[in-house]
């Protein structure tokens, strides 16, 4: 479906003049792009993971589709939704997680883009059930010290949906037993970029814990908040409106 603004004159048939608008036409470019972005990273295999951006002043979120792959991935695809499950716009069935992603705009109201990804490092810690550690300072960009560990749940459920609810607290990110992290921003660039940054201290931690018992070094509270803070400054001096990892 899409919205239909009518420029119709006497001289010409209404359908060569007729402009069509699609519904969150911009979210589902960028959805699009960042699709790819999250595949040619890695951070994503096949049709794995997905996006959303979510728009207050309507309540509405536009979600990847599910089963297409990201560059497969035209905007006409990406599906316009209420958080409620109602579809708005699209002919496509919308990623079978977008409970997932609407549980976190419930309860960060500052969200406005949601990345869920299987990558690698931050799925196998996962799968440990440990929780992303502040061995570098860059896991401050999920705004806490560390990123938690939500309990097991069957991919695309409510319950799954839950798990992430009682698990998130503070952190902007969170990780999915046997599954895989999701991670929010005020921009979809500033979740892509935390997704981004999550999988690399993954990484890093896994690389530490191999090195050995006690040889990997976790930042201290006191030096995390400092970071924090670095953090929180970068945001308001490069004017970015995701506050989080630029700058630094
Ligand atoms: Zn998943």
Redesign the pocket.
Known sequence: MCVKEGVISAETPPADKEKTVMVMETERQEIVEYGKRISSEGL?KGT???ISIYDPDTGLMAVSPSGIGYFDTMPEDVVVMTLDGKIVDGARKPSS?YG?HAVIYRIKPEARAVV???SKYCTALACMRESLKPYHYVIAAAGTAAVPCAEYAT??TPELAEKVREAMGESRAVL?AN??LVACGADLDGAFSLAVNCEFCAELQWMCECAGENRGVVLSEQEMEAAMERFRSYGQTDNSSSGQTKGY
Do not use: K
């Open positions: 994503a794995a993971g997905n997680e997932l869920h990804t299987h991919f695309g999915l599954h895989g």
